[in-house]
């Protein structure tokens, strides 16, 4: 019997799963999530509480450290806001009331406010993933725009424009609108941003793939069109909220240069158009290196055998060696090629 | 081996040298590949993806001044050292384990020269370390399979190719080729120049010096390694 080779797109669902959050994770940080919200909702009445960050907008990957909720808080409409007072008294007062809620569930429970610009931190010091040193969430204190679309977020001691509640609804708008590949293709390219020293932060990701991925897509179209894109997008500048409601556009991974950010995503764009080329010629394994060579993870995209690949370029190469004329192996296939004799003194 | 003082205008140090050379690789690489300009090479860096090996291969092409090495009659620039896969088992490796890529006697379209660009020459080291890789696993030195075209071992002499003894290769060091009379007929039919060598002066047959490179005249560098007297015969 033989054993077909995998797609590349069937390489893809395989390693997605492996990086998929679980639902036993998913659950677990729902319910302490809607706890959080609880106490949020008792210590500030009629306030709204929302959700953002990677389990609200559906891309999580595992394991889950953290999430991210909102309460925009309706008393203080008319007192807090730039040239009112500050964020500060507010938050100190989630703090207050999430300690008071959490602590009898969570012992280990700390809950940060001094040293943070934009939210409350709050550790339970207790994770959901077994192996993880803990779990944490992110705690904004909003108050609602009266002027203007959005809303005021903290940035210690004033303020700043967000709109994350439509970022949330652009988001699952997305992933409607693909029949949920729009979600597939994030959560592959968060984790190859993460396995390669994180470019990118997470919102860039998705605020490039809302610039390109529309209606349903492959996975593999996915990843091809959104480094295209955002390749040449970040060449241009910096990416701006998709809301159109921040002053200043999302920020780079840390560490990294416009120019650096934007060869690492042609490099990316090299490598997948790479991959597709060589399953469209007949040469899986090679495709499947590319791409494993992609995410530089082990553990969720396997290498191809070492051996069957050399064997499938070695073939491969003479077949393309025809005439005399030295075909290129790997990258360099397609370029012309010095037709040198290999010699020894 | 050229001995002397360091020149600081020589080939390697020259903007307009480098930019052409780079160019297209610097597209293809972006910041993978790294140069180093000490005063008398110059290192390219790069990280080299070969099909069937998991990490890429770390590779050295240096550049020298003045070589430390035989050049065969070629400029230094045409020849320079290209170093990866150390102590790897190889039928095309020199002395001091470089990947011998070329025969240095091709006519000009059978070897790499400056003019074809970096990137041309890291995909001729990506080939030989494929070819490499492939001849170690059908066999090695028992009956391992070069996948790619290969000259003969040394140089002709009698209408024939020969390996240097060490003692030879010791002299051809200072000498950088021995040719010796013998029988009209071509050693193989894709060693075009061969006839001609033997039947004129060693040093028109050989390609212009570089003199403009390395800030020597033709004839005192073909003094220093040895051409300007007459071949053994």
Known sequence: MVNKLPTLEELLTQARHQIEVTPEEIEEARRRRETIANALRNEFPGSRVYFNGSLAHGDALTPLTDIDLGIVIAAAKYTHGPGLAGPRDLMDRAAGAIRRELKSSFPKLTVQVEGCTRAVLVRFGDPVHAGEKGFTCDVICAIDNVNADGLFIPKVPGWSRSHPETHTRMIRAAIKESKVTFAHVVRLLKHWNRCNDRPLVSWNIKALALGCIHGPITQLSGLATWFSFAGRELDKGLTEDPARVAEKPIKLGSGWTQTQVVAELRAGSKRVDEAIRLERDGYPLQAHEQLARLFNDEEMLPYPNPDAVREEAALGWKTLSTGGLTAGVGSGFGRPQVQARSWTE | ?233
């Open chain 2, 1 to 233: 081996m050229i001995l002397g003082p360091p020149t600081v205008n020589w080939y390697g140090v020259q903007p307009c040298w480098q930019i052409p050379l780079e160019a297209a690789a610097r597209r293809e690489h972006g910041a993978r590949l790294r140069r180093n300009v000490q005063w008398d090479r110059i290192t390219y860096q790069i990280p080299i993806e070969v099909p069937g090996r998991r990490d890429p291969v770390l590779t050295d092409i240096v550049f020298y001044e003045r070589p430390p090495y035989p050049c065969w009659g070629l400029p230094p620039e045409e020849y320079p050292r290209v170093y990866a896969v150390p102590d790897a088992t190889s039928p095309h490796r020199m002395p001091d384990d470089a990947l011998c890529l070329y025969y240095p006697r091709s006519p000009d379209h059978e070897r790499w020269r400056p003019a074809d660009g970096l990137l041309m020459l890291i995909d001729l080291v990506r080939n030989h370390l494929f070819f490499e890789d492939h001849w170690r696993a059908t066999g090695a030195n028992l009956c391992g399979i070069w996948l790619g075209a290969e000259a003969p071992q040394g140089f002709p002499e009698v209408g024939r190719w020969h390996r240097p003894s060490p003692r030879r290769r010791r002299s051809q060091r200072n000498r950088t080729l021995v040719l010796t009379s013998g029988e009209a007929s071509p050693p193989a039919q894709s060693l075009p120049s061969w006839a001609q060598l033997r039947h004129s002066s060693l040093e028109s047959s050989l390609p212009p010096l570089p003199s403009r490179h390395i800030g020597l005249s033709s004839k005192r560098f073909a003094a220093s390694i040895g051409l300007a007297s007459t071949p053994k015969r």
